[in-house]
Structures are given as structure tokens and as C-alpha cells.
């Protein structure tokens, strides 16, 4: 079978989003499957039209110029008619027997155009909800009018497509809500390459030195900057844990749009010598920063997008063996459960959050017991082999020729 992977955009790009992507898609060869790719105009490196990165070959849609272009909203329609153009072409050559098309709608969209033409079946996966981001992000408000439209294309898609997956139980659920058929939805969950992300058993010295980190107990967040993140109110939280054990240190790696936000509190809180910002760091130096962290934290805030999605992070840091606490909104608590696999508390509250570090520093017998539970967790439900394996259910239902 021949799979035909309509994307947003791609390796060598480095994300949360092609990342999933190229787990995917080893994993469906593993499983026997021949993958073909096609990115949209949204993939913002330059390029040839066909590109090798890795072991997969990507076609590029070249984005062209259009009198739509600077028109709000109807821009989007020109990315839709480009990228349909290029599934079209790359049907034509590679003749594949199902289109697998990858949020956001646009892409789903361009999927639905070409299947029609060719007679050919589409998925359509919804990593996440886009107009909540950019909620998040203050690109648009949730009773504006790109809100609006961005979920009816979304739910056009849901509708038409021959099968829906989706990466967690609050997605699912939401799709259900737009009268989506819940035996048409199939949720492939985010997981983690266990391969690569093996228990931390020493930490880098080196680097503690550098960092001034040495006999501290390091607190840790890395990922991405954003709002919704929560890491303004982690940082208010942090006079009071350190008023209870001065040896606390926050290490924050990554960067995004609130560094200055954060930079401005940490000063205001007279936090400076309490916490170290690296700012982003090379792919490849990641593991000896999470060689250092005690404790990561995943304070996101409660908001439609928590709610709904599952992150990738909490898997990372659990599959090395490292304590997690994270706020108790409904994409963490699809992942972690209280008091087994790490810790919970309020969203938004300070004191809780401050409540609930204290008490797991304080708490050393049961460290043990947390690192074994999360690793497991990975190991049996959260590993890439598990996860893509559903696919299995999804594609022989909608092959017309299998």
C-alpha cells in the first residue's frame, strides 16, 4: 500500500509537528508501507522542488506569488490552490492508494480536491485545533471571524474526509461534538522513540559547573515559550519554594514569544541568581540539559488548547527517567496519573504548584517508584511502534482496492 502524506511542513524544519511526522513515517515502513510526501507552500525553507532529507524524499509546493496574498483570509485559498495543484502532479507520478493528510484544514482541504479528482480516499489527521493557537498566540479572538471560519473548514473536513485520526481523547471528543461519527475517528497518540531516549543515569558535570548548578536541586522546563506554557506563573511561584529550601534552582532552556516577559519577571521578582535562562540550544546538546533537572515542570495554564491537547514533552522527560509535575488540565491528565507517574496540581494556582514541589523534594522514598511508573508508562503504551501500529484499523477500511 502506497501513502501518499499531504503536510503543513516538514523535516529538516525542527518541531513538535516534524517530529510526529517523521516518526510516522518510519514507522509505517517498518510496518511495510511505502510513504510518498508533499509539503505546502507554508514550509518555509528554501528548496528544490524535490528534496531528499534523511531517508525521505519530499516534494515541495514552490510558493508563488498571488494578488491574494496580502488579502487576509483569502490568502489562505491561494496556499489551498497551490498545494492542490502539487497533489495533483505528484498523484499523477506516484499513483498512491490513499492521501493522509496532516492539520491544519488547509491541508485537508487540498487532500479532499485531488481524492476527488482521483477517485482516491483520504485521512485526515488533526494534530490540534489551529484557531485556538492563535488565540494564544493574539493572531485572532475566539468570537472573531478567522476563528470562526478556520473550525467550519476544519469541520468540513472532519465531515468529508473517509476517516478521521486524531493524537488524544479531548480531540476526539470535541470532533464528536460537531456530529462526526465517533466509529470514523481513530486516535493515534503522540509517543516518543524509546530508542532515543533512554533513562539519564548520570548528569553532565561539565555543564552544572558551567550553569553554577552543582548540589542544587534543579527545577526544569524545556521546550517552547509560549503564553499558554504557564512559566510566568512558575516563576511567581518560586519565592515561595526557595523561602523553604534556598538550595532551589529553575533552569529554563528555549526560547519564544514571552523571553522578554520572562527576562522582566525574573527581575521583578529579584530572581536572578534563583534561575538560568539558556535561551534555545542545539538539538543535539538537549539530553545534558535534562541530565541536570530534578524536577520538570509543565505549568500550562487551563484554556480550550490545554484542555484538549496532549504535549509531547511530559513523555520526553518520563521515558528518561525524570520526575514530572505538570498542571492537572485535561492534556496532562491524559498523560499522567497523580500520585503514580508524577504529580498534579491546580491550574493557574502559585501556591498549589509551590505546595506540590515542596512536597515531592521532600519526599525522596518515592522517587524511585515515580521514574519506574513513567518509564513503564512509555515503554508499554507511548512508544512510536504502539501508536502508528493503529493505523493498521484505519487504512484497509477505506482502500477501495483492498
Known amino acids: 500500500m502506497k501513502i501518499l502524506h499531504i503536510l503543513d ?17 518510519k514507522q509505517q515502513r517498518v510496518l511495510g508501507w511505502e510513504t510518498v510526501h508533499v509539503t505546502s507552500g507554508k514550509h ?57 493528510a496532516h492539520s ?9 480536491r485531488a481524492g476527488k479528482k482521483y477517485g482516491i480516499p483520504v485521512v485526515y489527521e488533526c494534530r490540534g485545533f489551529w484557531e485556538d493557537a492563535a488565540v494564544d ?49 481513530t486516535v493515534i497518540p ?31 522546563f ?8 504557564g512559566l510566568l506563573l512558575l516563576l511567581e511561584s518560586l519565592p515561595e519554594m526557595i523561602s523553604n529550601d534556598p538550595d532551589i534552582r529553575l533552569l529554563l532552556v528555549g526560547g519564544g514569544p514571552q523571553n522578554d516577559l520572562i527576562e522582566s519577571k525574573i527581575k521583578s521578582l529579584n530572581l536572578q541568581q534563583f534561575v538560568v535562562t ?26 480550550r488548547l490545554t484542555e484538549l491537547v496532549t504535549p509531547l514533552k511530559p513523555l520526553e522527560a518520563m521515558a528518561q527517567g525524570k520526575l514530572v509535575v505538570a498542571s492537572d488540565v485535561g492534556g496532562h491528565k491524559e498523560l499522567i496519573d497523580d500520585g503514580k507517574t508524577g504529580r498534579l496540581f491546580k491550574a ?23 521514574k519506574q511508573q513513567g518509564r513503564k508508562y512509555v515503554e508499554e503504551q507511548r512508544n512510536w511502534p504502539v501508536s502508528v501500529g493503529q493505523y493498521q484499523h484505519v487504512y484497509p477500511k477505506i482502500y477501495k482496492n483492498g
Not at 533513562?199 to 527545577?219: N, P, R, Y
Not at 502559585?350 to 518515592?366: G, I
Request: one cysteine or more.
Open 222 to 229: 524545556i521546550g517552547s515559550f509560549y503564553a499558554y506554557e
Open 278 to 303: 539558556t535561551g534555545r540550544v542545539p538539538h543535539t546538546e538537549v539530553q545534558s540539559y535534562y541530565s541536570l533537572v530534578d524536577i520538570f515542570i509543565y505549568p500550562r495554564l487551563a484554556m
Open 104 to 112: 491544519p484544514a488547509l491541508t485537508g482541504v487540498a487532500a479532499l
Open 44 to 100: 518555509t525553507l528554501d528548496s528544490a522542488p524535490v528534496e531528499s532529507v534523511e531517508e525521505f524524499l519530499f516534494y515541495r509546493t514552490p510558493a508563488k506569488s498571488s494578488v491574494l496574498d496580502k488579502l487576509p483570509l483569502l490568502n489562505q485559498l491561494s496556499i489551498i490552490d497551490q498545494l492542490t495543484k502539487r497533489v495533483c502532479e505528484v498523484i499523477e507520478e506516484t499513483k498512491p492508494d490513499i492521501l493522509h
Open 348 to 370: 493557574g494556582d502559585k501556591k498549589d504548584l509551590a505546595r506540590v514541589v515542596l512536597e515531592v523534594l521532600d519526599q525522596t522514598e518515592n522517587w524511585d517508584s515515580f
Open 190 to 220: 503522540n509517543a516518543v522513540d524509546i530508542d532515543k531516549f533512554s533513562v539519564i543515569t548520570h548528569s553532565d558535570q561539565g555543564l552544572a559547573e558551567k550553569l553554577q548548578l552543582q548540589g542544587k536541586k534543579v527545577l526544569g
Open 9 to 25: 511542513h516538514s523535516i529538516p524544519l525542527h518541531s513538535g509537528y516534524t517530529f510526529r511526522t517523521r516518526s510516522i513515517l
Open 137 to 185: 498566540h493574539g493572531t485572532c479572538k475566539e468570537d472573531g471571524v478567522r476563528y470562526k471560519l478556520t473550525r467550519a473548514l476544519e469541520t468540513y473536513v472532519f465531515k468529508n474526509a473517509d476517516a478521521v485520526t486524531t493524537i488524544c481523547e479531548g480531540l476526539r471528543k470535541d470532533i464528536v461534538a460537531r456530529g462526526i461519527g465517533n466509529e470514523k475517528i
